[in-house]
C-alpha cells in the first residue's frame, strides 16, 4: 500500500524557516512521473508549491520562487521542501503528492497524498 507521511511543520516567525518532510513507503521514486508539495487555507483551491520529476527538474510557484527549495533523498524514500524567507501569508495545510503522469501544478493530475502537515507563520 503506497503511503506517504509529512512531517516538520509548525509555528514560526516572519521571515524564519522551516523543512518539510515526506517519507514515502510503497512506492519507489523512479516510478513516479512527478513528486509535489501543495498547500491549501480554508476556503480556497488547493495550490501546488513545486515539483520534481525523475530527471530532477523542477518547478515552483511565483509567490516561493527564491524561497522555497523542493529535493530529494533517494536512499530514503524522502522528499524535503526547504522553506526560508517565511511569510504569514505562506500559512496554510502543506501536503506532498506523487502522480505517474508528467509534472503539473494541478492536484487532480496526482495519484497519492499525505495526511498534510500545518505551517503557520506570524
Known amino acids: 500500500h503506497v503511503q506517504l507521511v509529512e512531517s516538520g511543520g509548525g509555528s514560526v516567525q516572519s521571515g524564519g524557516s522551516l523543512r518539510l518532510s515526506c517519507v514515502m513507503s510503497g512506492y519507489r521514486y523512479s516510478s513516479a512521473a512527478c513528486m509535489g508539495w501543495f498547500r491549501q487555507v480554508p476556503g480556497k483551491e488547493r495550490e501546488g508549491v513545486a515539483s520534481?520529476?525523475?530527471?530532477?527538474?523542477?518547478h515552483y510557484t511565483d509567490s516561493v520562487k527564491g524561497r522555497f527549495t523542493i529535493s530529494q533523498d533517494n536512499a530514503n524514500n524522502t522528499l524535503y521542501l526547504h522553506m526560508n524567507s517565511l511569510k504569514p501569508e505562506d500559512t496554510a495545510v502543506y501536503y506532498c503528492a506523487a502522480g505517474g503522469g508528467g509534472c503539473t501544478s494541478s492536484p487532480g493530475a496526482y495519484d497519492y497524498w499525505g495526511q498534510g502537515t500545518q505551517v503557520t507563520v506570524s
Open positions: 520534481i520529476d525523475t530527471y530532477g527538474l523542477t
